[in-house]
């Protein structure tokens, strides 16, 4: 009788020491999942953002390593990051958790949807971002005047990349959207097909009168290199007038769309306007 409840009060001792000292409580879980998310997304902590607050396996994903998320994120002078951030509804299945998360200030304010996280070395991390967040931040993204790039300062382009973005399937539009937060060359390619038939609409009325965005970029590359080749400014005139005849601007979409490869057929123009101008 005495073994059998000596048994017994050791197997309760036990059973009270795993209730003490064993599993994380809710609470607890859901407060470090909100900070992981703040960690990650206010202020400009390049460790926290890329090797604290995110899985291996999202850097992974999205960046491909820990130095090329870094060079991602990398704070520059017009950045506006989130002020804070609101998470709620926030649901735990062992090892894994959803939430909602909100930006609060910075260029995509409002910006709203699913975060996915997992607990990685013993922390919560944030290990996948929801469509729903990711097109968030592209309605979001898309509707401030203050953009970076020149072009999408013209409301025109803007709607229109706003359209030809919000018409992706959404295993395209993640992808799309994880190239531009990688800003990788490579991935830059899927952004490129996306959005360069927008920029036809584009034109700063400079150079070439009413010559779309890309064409002007067109001539002025045609020019920076003929210049370093020592080709004087008449013939580099005479080139692009000769061009803008020959090679429309489908052509030189394409040429965008494909990551700058030019075609064969491109290359024979450009030769022929060098030849026909440096004659004259």
Known sequence: MQLRHAAIAVLAAAVLGLA??????DSDAKKDIAEAVKDAVVGQNLKARCEEATTKDFIRR?????GQCRKAEKPEPDDE???DVRVSGVKIDGEQATARVRYVGGNTDGSEGAFEFRKEEGKWRIDDLG?????SQVERGLKSDDQESAVLRDPKVRE????????LPDDQLKRVAYAEISKRTSAQKDVARVVTPCLSQAGSGTG??????LREKFEQGVAKGARRNGVPKATIDCINEKLRS??????IQQTAASGGKTS?????KATEAVTACRAG
């Open 131 to 135: 469509v729903d967040f990711l097109r």
């Open 208 to 213: 070439s009168g009413n010559a779309s965005f």
């Open 81 to 83: 990051p989130p002020t």
């Open 20 to 25: 003490a000292c064993g599993g994380e409580s």
């Open 62 to 66: 999205v960046y491909g390593n820990v």
């Open 160 to 167: 229109c990349a706003r359209k030809a973005l919000a018409g």
């Open 264 to 268: 064969a057929e491109l290359r024979r």
């Open 246 to 251: 020959s090679i429309s601007d489908e052509e």
